[in-house]
């Protein structure tokens, strides 16, 4: 079984920057991918940045040039720099593993942008 656990969010203001981290456990494939996703109040979740194990990486558009993701593979950790971050980009962050057709998610992490 794998288990996702993440850190991090919470509130910050326009324009502000915040990280989120996710370390993954247990029987973990080695060619994976991992990503972070977010749902927003009343909607499906949406992915928001995707990293393979080779390091190949992928943003959804509204957060190209603003956040960053990479991860530390040894650690089995993955990380999401968020920069410049709007009031739009409220919502539940999850992080995702993809293996052998399998997904697990951690339990989510409120990120709330607001003056």
């Known amino acids: 079984q794998v288990q996702l656990v993440e850190s991090g969010g919470g509130l910050v203001q326009p324009g502000g920057s915040l990280s989120l981290s996710c370390v993954a456990s247990?029987?973990?494939?080695?060619?994976?991918?991992m990503g972070w996703y977010r749902r927003f109040t009343g909607e499906s979740r949406e992915a928001v940045a995707v990293?393979?194990?080779?390091?190949?990486?992928n943003y959804a558009d509204p957060v190209k040039g603003r956040f960053t993701i990479s991860r530390d593979n040894r650690k089995m950790t993955v990380y999401l720099q968020m920069n410049n971050l709007k009031p739009e980009d409220t919502a539940v962050y999850y992080c995702?593993?993809?293996?052998?057709?399998?997904?697990?998610w951690g339990q989510g992490t409120q990120v709330t942008v607001s003056s």
């Open positions: 247990g029987s973990i494939e080695r060619n994976n991918i």
């Open positions: 990293i393979s194990s080779g390091g190949v990486t």
């Open positions: 995702g593993l993809a293996a052998r057709g399998n997904a697990y």
